[in-house]
């Protein structure tokens, strides 16, 4: 039976914290969201060992007080020499080149079969990660909810093979990331709409831009990590969603002041004009809880609000 299926485990509010030192081998480990988990485990007395394909990755790691492992996440051989030395893993690399989405879907689900076949026969915890805006109800979505077929949304690829090794036995757990994953050094999707504003003239949204964009900020997103590995809880779907549903009007608007454009509205039928390939994450509704990070992992997001954030100059060099 899949440890996924939602209600078949015990949720226990109170769960003791392993105080034991680990050594987490981490992919993406220089990447937005994996430099911000790197930090969190090095905060918390454990040691990391960052997959770096580059010299300069390496350095970042090496700099940052992780020890490196040299490879290509493409290399399961390699994959396996890096788990092979440590007591957890977490899993935050992936593609985001948009023009070949599909194709790095299905290299994400390669890579997670890889680590989880490293990791079979023994209990260590794999940290994969997913996104809610993969899960579209009419109700915000829950931990318990389940993303459609790759066959339709291939980002859905990473958790079909997440749920495939947990099946074989390995102790697999999915984080999901909002739509914004913000802070200070952000090359995802708000600076993306950014430089669509900027090239238009204009902070837009679609219609009423009462569609909704779940937030966290990076730092919170890590934090989320770290308690899973330390307290490996019987559920295993966790979202790192610290604002539940923000009106993308709002966002916009917040846009549009930080630039001194004006925000603005945009019909359905000429969103595209404005903003291309994007036009369906802009009009996106996806609003998201976290009650079992809350309950399970008692996680209390700390940082800035997306809104804070933008307010703040943190995007003032985009």
Known sequence: MS????????????ISLKTFHMRVFVTG???????????QLLDGGHEVIGLARSDSSAKALDDAG???HRGDID??????????????????AFNHDFSQFKANCEADRRV?????????????PLVITSGVGLLHYDHPVAESDQPSSSAIIPRAAT???????????????????PPSVHGKGDHGFVPMVMAMAKE????AFVGEGANRWPAVHRSDAAAIYRRIIELQPAEKTFHAVAEEGIPFRLIAAAIGKQLDLPAESRSPEAATEHFGWFTHFA???????ASLSHELLSWKPTELTLLDDLAAGNYSDR
């Open 3 to 14: 440890r996924f299926i939602a209600g078949s485990y015990p949720k226990f509010v109170a």
């Open 66 to 68: 992780a020890l490196v």
């Open 200 to 203: 238009k003239g204009v902070s």
């Open 29 to 39: 480990a220089t990447g937005f969201v994996g430099s911000a988990v790197v930090k």
């Open 159 to 177: 958790e079909e093979a997440a749920k495939v090794v947990a099946d074989r036995g390995v102790n697999t757990y999915i984080v999901r990331l």
């Open 75 to 92: 290399d399961p051989e390699n994959l396996r020499l890096g788990v092979a030395k440590a007591d957890a893993v977490i899993h935050t």
């Open 283 to 289: 009009m996106m509704d996806c609003p998201a809880t």
């Open 112 to 124: 997670i079969l890889s680590l989880g076949e490293a990791l079979a026969g023994s209990d260590r």
